[in-house]
């Protein structure tokens, strides 16, 4: 195989350490030349230090890689310095947009042995494992909106959902392709009875997917049920598909039942090869425990698993959830090893 | 006290089930004098039957009750001949915005003894009881958006959500004074990391009105960590106040973690008095249990007790209160009761 060109963003808080398990696994599993690796100084820190979030250059740089590994972004709460928004809008969601990653593919699963806040009367004997295929390029998402009468006591906030058919079925499709490829179920998830535009148009872009995928069995679930879903019954799910918004909180809730942000990877796929897909935990920076050490690595290295899988290398991808389910169970409740002890083992089982 | 004019709406499915039962404990409680009762037929069926949602009519006469109670609307799933959005959008959205319930007043409390999908670990020994203030007049309920290109391969269609300093700063200070009348903690949860317009607006008023309320304590969570914070430590949570879309997905899982959507109160309320104030069950119609007499109507009885909070009716809201938590924590679990079973022991022991 080539090499593949894998650009390493870092970020801020948490990130860079998180990241740099992620490559002690993928290295130890796909060997030293399989990704020739460039590491990009971007986030919160590089933005206070340059006044730039991402430079036209660095863009260029990006998009001219096979594959891109992300930390995560985004400044201490207390850094009133740093606009809202200015990291997640100009770096983020500009890397997701740009590179037309229109499926955000966040897997939930959970493990033997994981701790869940869910009763056992909830989970105990039932396989918990399903993906959410989350809308990644449009929606609420798209930044469209503005402030009107800014700062009066008359100021109007304006955001705007842009939904197209296009974006729409193209990621539908791949949510019924998904569905194929595991056990032939398929949610799909909005709030059609109060948005009626938006969620007309799913609805029948849905309802006519369907139709291609006889095996498939469809279901349809309000966002707000969902989530009583997810709470109640995770096991009902197989896969989901879902907007920009409603997949951005129901995976955070996922990962919550499903063993916590600690272990939810995500993709940010453009299944169409056109431009670098990059995967990332789905956990933030965390400031709060930045440079202490004590971060799990877990989300990222699965991460890690799904570029693997994304750039053909199955039996790696295989190998390293493997690694990662036997370090799983042979966790200790109440024990706290180190991000580097947990990268290690890991590291050292694929 | 001068009688009040209650209207009430059952509305679909299980909505005139349980309303029956709400109206037995009000009586039971206030007396038959309190109130002078009137019905209104409204829902799916009213519309299948007389091709109107909601008459100019029908809206002037609500408008002159003081207080509404109102079940559920809302077709079975498999009504294809029901446009989606009609009875939400034209009946429960219309009372709710044409009444200005600015205040969407959402109670959790997890009561001894119910069962909860969370562990033991989450809960036990801990006190569950927060009440989300869901903002109801705007964001993006407020119905603006459309299709464009309807129907053809270039569809696009838009919600819009319209956030207005008028109208966040008063539910803002609405939650700041509750948060005073409990235990002085209030959480602001949005998205202002992503959508900066709307959720700079929101964080920019909460900062100010938060600085004449010094005694509450405050925080801010993005509404996917805080779906993670309702499954993980619920118990942190006093008072949240969140723009509507947050509040409804919020509201179904916190009902979900406290016993479930059959236990869920709400009072759509207008602090000024200059409209109707409506008192509702967080659920739905639920077509698939409709007309066998089994459905909760607790979560309508506790809506009473806010109905009769709201018209000062103090003494007797507390007795229904207090005579479902006794009815609550006499259940066995498994059994089931019917509708009126429920309604009768709790009328009688108010
Ligand atoms: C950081 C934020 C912009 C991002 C999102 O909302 O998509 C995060 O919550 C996620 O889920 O990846
Ligand atoms: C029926 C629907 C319009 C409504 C809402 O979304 O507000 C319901 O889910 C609720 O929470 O009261």
């Given at each position: 195989m080539t090499q593949k060109k894998l650009a390493v963003i870092g970020g801020d808080g948490i990130g860079p350490e998180v990241v740099a398990e992620g490559l002690k696994v993928l290295e130890a599993v796909?060997?030293?030349?399989?990704f020739e690796t460039t590491p990009y100084d971007l986030g919160a820190a590089h933005w206070q230090r340059t006044?730039?979030?991402?430079s036209d250059e660095t863009m260029a740089e990006l998009a001219a890689a096979d594959v891109i590994l992300l930390g995560a972004v985004g400044a201490a709460?207390?850094?009133?310095?740093v606009p809202s928004g200015?990291?997640?809008?100009?770096?983020l969601l500009k890397l997701r947009f740009a590179f037309d990653h229109y499926v955000n593919l966040r897997p939930s699963r959970l493990f033997p042995g994981v701790p869940t806040p869910l009763a056992d009367s909830v989970v105990a004997g039932r396989e918990v494992d399903f993906v959410v295929v989350r809308e990644g390029t449009?929606?609420?998402?798209?930044g469209n909106g503005g402030t009107f009468?800014?700062?009066?006591?008359n100021e109007i906030g304006t955001e705007v959902s842009i939904n197209t058919a296009y974006g729409v079925e193209r990621v539908v499709r791949d949510a019924f392709e998904r569905a194929t490829r595991r056990r032939n179920k398929l949610t799909l998830v909005h709030k059609h009875n109060v948005l009626v535009y938006a969620g007309g148009l799913w609805r029948r872009i849905f309802e006519s997917v369907a139709a291609e995928y006889p095996q498939v069995s469809t279901d349809y679930l309000h966002v707000d049920a969902a989530t009583i879903f997810l709470a109640t019954?995770?096991?009902?799910?197989?896969v989901i598909v879902t907007d920009n918004l409603f997949g951005d909180i129901l995976t955070d809730l996922a990962a919550a039942v499903t063993g916590?942000?600690?272990l939810a990877a995500s993709g940010n796929i453009n299944?169409?090869?056109a431009f670098p897909s990059m995967f990332e935990p789905v956990?933030?920076?965390?400031?709060?425990?930045?440079?202490?050490?004590?971060?799990?690595?877990t989300a990222t290295i699965l991460s890690v698993a799904l570029l693997l899988e994304h750039v053909g290398l199955l039996d790696e991808a295989a190998r390293v959830e493997k690694a990662v389910l036997a370090d799983i169970s042979a966790r200790t409740p109440g024990t706290k090893r180190s991000t580097t002890e947990v990268g290690d083992a890991i590291a050292a089982a694929v």
């Open positions: 796909a060997g030293p030349d399989a006044g730039e979030v991402l709460p207390g850094a009133t310095d200015l990291l997640e809008r100009g770096l449009e929606g609420l998402y798209c009468r800014g700062g009066t006591p019954d995770p096991a009902r799910f197989d916590g942000i600690g299944p169409t090869g956990h933030g920076s965390a400031p709060d425990i930045a440079g202490q050490g004590v971060a799990d690595p």
